[in-house]
């Protein structure tokens, strides 16, 4: 009886002592969010003037909040304040820094664990850096691949880019509600590993989709917003004020 209760009370021990020295689950890759500006305006009824792909957020495949206590202050990046509102502009709300800040405790927390981006300044200016090195806006010119009222393949969107990155994207629309004769460009995600080399980006999809939706595009008043295009549906890639922005899509 009593060696009974030892060997239960060992496998306790070793049960507990493995569930508490269990690494956390640690990010594998980056996915680099690049929204189309006319395209996310139509969606939430703001305006605006960009016309080239800003950003929308750099975030771990992984995790989120991972450091609730690590607040987002805006003076520790406030060289980087230029260049944000340029590139990494908040379309609903310019004047603001909450997107940075959702962007922050959402999702640098999490990258953070990486020491290349341990601080605010690290994870903002790694995040800008790669948007240029990217250069997703000249990319697309390249290969033709314009704002346009006529439809593109999206086949012909996804080899622009795996010509020049060598990986695919995921590339992300929203569809009208009613009607599906196209659909229109929203965002596109360009994935890198930890020593930021670029890597496929449909695996981390995939992991995204089984970690039950952790991962969001950033969600505003409460609807999902985009979904991963339909390769057999026409493409959209509005211009400024492009005539098919009407109806709008919600
Ligand atoms: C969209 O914005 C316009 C102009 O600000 C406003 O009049 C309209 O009510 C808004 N529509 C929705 C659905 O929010
Ligand atoms: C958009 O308009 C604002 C104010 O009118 C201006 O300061 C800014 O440079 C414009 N941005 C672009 C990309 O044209
Ligand atoms: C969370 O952030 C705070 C503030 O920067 C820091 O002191 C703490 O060490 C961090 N915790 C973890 C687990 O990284
Ligand atoms: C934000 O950072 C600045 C510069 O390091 C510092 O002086 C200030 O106290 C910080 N503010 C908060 C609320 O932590």
């Avoid at 940075?100 to 690290?122: F, I, L, R, V, Y």
Wanted: hydrophobic fraction near 35%; include cysteine; proline fraction near 6%.
């Amino acid at each position: 009886m009593k060696s009974h209760v030892i060997i239960i009370l060992c496998l306790g021990f070793v049960f507990l002592t493995l569930v508490h020295s269990a690494p956390r689950k640690e990010w594998t890759k980056l996915i680099l969010t690049h929204h189309w500006p006319q395209t996310f305006c139509n969606m939430e009824n703001c305006t605006t003037n960009f016309t080239y792909w800003t950003l929308h957020g750099l975030w771990p495949n992984t995790g989120a909040e991972c450091n609730t206590s690590w607040h987002f202050n805006a003076s520790l990046i406030e060289d980087l304040l230029p260049e944000m509102k340029t590139f990494w502009a908040d379309l609903l709300r310019p004047k603001s820094t909450t997107f940075w800040k959702h962007e922050w405790m959402k999702h640098g927390t999490c990258a953070a664990q990486e020491e290349a981006m341990d601080s605010q300044h690290k994870y903002f200016s790694k995040a800008l850096e790669l948007y240029h090195k990217l250069d997703l806006d000249g990319v697309l010119k390249k290969s033709n691949i314009v704002p346009s009222e006529n439809y593109y393949k999206l086949t012909d969107v996804e080899e622009s880019i795996i010509n020049s990155y060598g990986v695919p994207p995921k590339i992300q629309c929203v569809s009208h509600k009613k009607a599906s004769e196209f659909q229109v460009l929203g965002q596109i995600e360009i994935c890198f590993d930890k020593q930021f080399q670029l890597v496929d980006c449909e695996k981390s999809t995939k992991e995204l989709q089984s970690r039950d939706g952790e991962i969001r595009p950033f969600i505003f008043n409460n609807h999902p917003v985009y979904a991963v295009c339909d390769v057999s549906v026409p493409v959209y890639y509005p211009p400024l004020g492009g005539s098919l922005q009407t109806p709008r899509f919600l």
